[in-house]
C-alpha cells in the first residue's frame, strides 16, 4: 500500500490540517457485503455455542460507551454566593436543566460550533487507500456479511507490531488529544481516531470506570467457559436492545449475570464515556448521528420501553469486555448496522507505544491505542482486532414486524422494500461525512 503526506491549506497558505494519502476506495467493501440478509440470521455463529447460555460476544463495544466535554468543552464558571434564593431564577434554572436532560435523553449530547472548531479544524487526516462501498454487507445493508474462513485465517495468533509492520501494516502514531479521520478515497470519512477530551475530569473518570470493570469481574467470578467465544478468551457482558434470532419484536438482551450488569450501568463513569463517544459521533458524522436519534424516536414510540443502555448515548447496546488482558480475534461484529458506527474505549494503564494497538485488517494499519482514547469505526465491515444492531434498524423500516409478516399484510409494500435495498447501502455511505463538509469553519455561536 502505497501512503504519501498530503497537507490542506487555506487560500492565504496557513496549514490546518495535514494527512496521509492514498489513492483507494471505501466503496466496494460495503456493496460486496450486501450477500445474505435475514432476521432469522442467529446472534451467533456455530463457533459461538461455548458456552451455549451465554450472551458474550454478541456486540464488540468494549466497555465504553459516553457525557461530554465535547459537548462541554469547558467547566462551568463557579457560581457566585448570594444571600437569599430568588425563587423565579431558581426554576427558570431548574425548568432549563431539565428541558436540556430531556433533550440528551432523546437526541443525545450534541456539539457546539466552539468544539467543532476546536477539534475537527486541527485534526490530522488519515487518508487510506479503500473504497468504501467494496466493505461487505448483507443484502439490505441491514447487517453486514459473515465472514468466511479465508478472512477469519490467521486471525487467533497474536502479532507484535513489528511482525504487522514487516507484513506491509503502516502504524499510526497517535496523541491523546488529536483526532485522526479516516479518509477514504472519495474523501469520505468512514471512521475516526477521536482521543479524549482535554478534560482532566475526563481521564480520572476512564480510570476510576477500568477500576469499577475490574471490581466487578472480580466479585463475578467468571467462570473459564464463559471466557471462550469467537471475539477472544475473555469474559464479556452484552446490555442493551437487541433484534435477530427470529424475534417478532426488540428485546432488551438477558445476562447471565444481571447483577453485574446492573452495576456498571449505573456507573456515572460509564454514563460519561458513552455520552462521549456519542457526541463524537454527532461531531464526525452528524447525519448518521441523526439517524441513530430518528429510529430511537421511533422505537421508543413503537412502545419498546427501554431503547438505550445510557440516556445520553445513541447506541441501542454496548459491551463490557473484561480483563485483565482483553485481547480481541481478528472480526467483524456482523450483526451491527454495516454503515453505522461502533464505538470502542480503552480501559486499562499500559503503554500504548509497546501495545493496546487497534489492529485495521482490511486497511492495514496499526493504531496507537492510549488508555482511556475513543474510535469510531464501521465494525461490522472492518476487519480489527483489539453498536446498534443491524436488526433494529430493518424492524422500524417493516413497519414494526418481520419480514414475514410484512410481505403477508402488505405485498405491494414488501415488494417495494425489497427493490429498495439494492440501493441501501448508498443511502447509508451518504450519511457519513466528507472531509469538505467537516472542514467548513463553524459560525461562532451567538
Avoid at 479518509?183 to 482535554?198: A, H, L, T
Amino acid at each position: 500500500m502505497l501512503w504519501f503526506p498530503m497537507r490542506r491549506t487555506t487560500r492565504s497558505g496557513t496549514v490546518f490540517a495535514e494527512f496521509l494519502g492514498t489513492r483507494q476506495s471505501l466503496a466496494p467493501l460495503l456493496a460486496n457485503a450486501v450477500l445474505r440478509e435475514s432476521e432469522f440470521q442467529l446472534d451467533f455463529e456455530p463457533s459461538d455455542l461455548v458456552p451455549p447460555a451465554s450472551t458474550a460476544g454478541d456486540v464488540d463495544e468494549p466497555a465504553s460507551l459516553a457525557s461530554n466535554p465535547l459537548a462541554e468543552d469547558a467547566q462551568l464558571p463557579a457560581k457566585r454566593p448570594r444571600l437569599e434564593e430568588d425563587i423565579s431564577v431558581s426554576g427558570s434554572h431548574r425548568r432549563r436543566a431539565e428541558k436540556r436532560r430531556k433533550r440528551i435523553e432523546a437526541e443525545g449530547h450534541t456539539a457546539r460550533p466552539e468544539t467543532k472548531a476546536k477539534y475537527v479544524l486541527t485534526a490530522d487526516f488519515q487518508s487510506v487507500n479503500l473504497d468504501t462501498q467494496s466493505l461487505p454487507t448483507a443484502a439490505g445493508s441491514y447487517v453486514a456479511r459473515l465472514e468466511d474462513a479465508e478472512e477469519l485465517w490467521g486471525g487467533k495468533k497474536a502479532r507484535s507490531v513489528q511482525e504487522l509492520l514487516d507484513r506491509g501494516f503502516h502504524l499510526v502514531e497517535t496523541s491523546a488529544t488529536q483526532a485522526k479521520p479516516l479518509v477514504d478515497c472519495n474523501d469520505r470519512v468512514f471512521g475516526v481516531y477521536v482521543g479524549q477530551p482535554e478534560d482532566p475530569t475526563y481521564e480520572i473518570a476512564a480510570k476510576s470506570a477500568f477500576q469499577e470493570l475490574v471490581d466487578a469481574g472480580l466479585a463475578a467470578k467468571f467462570p473459564a467457559a464463559f471466557k471462550q467465544h469467537r471475539r477472544g478468551r475473555f469474559a464479556a457482558i452484552n446490555v442493551g436492545l437487541s433484534y435477530g434470532q427470529g424475534q417478532t419484536t426488540p428485546s432488551w438482551l438477558e445476562s447471565d449475570y444481571p447483577a453485574t450488569a446492573r452495576r456498571l450501568l449505573q456507573s456515572e463513569n460509564f454514563g460519561r464515556l458513552a455520552g462521549f463517544a456519542s457526541a463524537s459521533m454527532g461531531l464526525w458524522a452528524p447525519r448518521l448521528h441523526g439517524y441513530y436519534v430518528d429510529y430511537n424516536t421511533k422505537l421508543q414510540a413503537f412502545g419498546c420501553p427501554r431503547t438505550r443502555p445510557f440516556p445520553a448515548s445513541v447506541f441501542a447496546a454496548a459491551a463490557f469486555n473484561f480483563g485483565p488482558r482483553v485481547w480481541t480475534f481478528k472480526h467483524r461484529d456482523v450483526l451491527n448496522l454495516p454503515f453505522g458506527w461502533c464505538a470502542i474505549i480503552a480501559l486499562g494503564s499500559f503503554d500504548s507505544k509497546k501495545g493496546g494497538h487497534l489492529v485495521l485488517w482490511d486497511l492495514k494499519l496499526v493504531i496507537e491505542f492510549p488508555p482511556g482514547s475513543l474510535i469510531l469505526i464501521p465494525s461490522a465491515t472492518l476487519s480489527h482486532s483489539n453498536f446498534t444492531a443491524g436488526g433494529l434498524f430493518r424492524f422500524v423500516d417493516n413497519g414494526f414486524r418481520t419480514e414475514a409478516q410484512f410481505e403477508e399484510e402488505d405485498p405491494e409494500g414488501y415488494a417495494r422494500a425489497q427493490a429498495e435495498k439494492e440501493d441501501r447501502w448508498k443511502a447509508g455511505l451518504a450519511l457519513w461525512s466528507t472531509v469538505d463538509e467537516l472542514l467548513q469553519r463553524p459560525r461562532p455561536s451567538s
